[in-house]
């Protein structure tokens, strides 16, 4: 018996698919260029402009993570194509099914993760 035998492989599937779908949203919400009005300007003065640029930052660093946590979703998917679903990607140990039911993105048993 392996961790598969414990989960619904189709509620996982359903649940990445809808959870690669949200990532895009708000990936595409975090990379969205301010607007035209937005009047970015780096005077003399520290205004709205600055505060402004440090957010637009803060959001690209929000928008890489969310892409790295894409990523993750993503071959968690293939995985689950593929038939290695629950498998380690970097050992080969089985995945425990309480892991997977918490983390269905989870492609690393836990020491693989945590190393």
């Given at each position: 018996?392996?961790?598969?035998?414990?989960?619904?492989?189709e509620?996982i599937?359903?649940?990445?698919e809808?959870?690669?779908?949200?990532?895009?949203?708000?990936?595409?919400?975090?990379?969205?260029?301010?607007?035209?009005?937005?009047?970015?300007?780096?005077?003399?003065?520290?205004?709205?402009?600055?505060?402004?640029?440090?957010?637009?930052?803060v959001?690209?660093?929000?928008?890489?993570?969310?892409d790295?946590?894409?990523?993750?979703?993503?071959?968690?998917?293939?995985?689950?194509?593929?038939?290695?679903?629950?498998?380690?990607?970097n050992?080969?140990?089985?995945i425990p099914?309480?892991r997977?039911?918490?983390?269905?993105?989870s492609?690393?048993?836990?020491?693989?993760?945590?190393?």
């Open positions: 018996m392996n961790a598969r035998d414990d989960i619904d492989l509620a599937r359903a649940h990445l809808a959870r690669l779908d949200e990532l895009g949203g708000r990936i595409d919400e975090a990379v969205r260029p301010p607007d035209a009005q937005s009047g970015i300007s780096f005077g003399k003065r520290i205004g709205d402009g600055t505060t402004e640029a440090v957010d637009r930052f959001r690209v660093g929000v928008a890489e993570q969310l790295e946590s894409g990523k993750q979703v993503a071959r968690a998917l293939e995985k689950l194509d593929e038939g290695s679903y629950g498998t380690c990607d050992c080969g140990a089985e099914a309480g997977l039911q918490a983390r269905p993105e492609v690393l048993c836990v020491e693989c993760a945590a190393a």
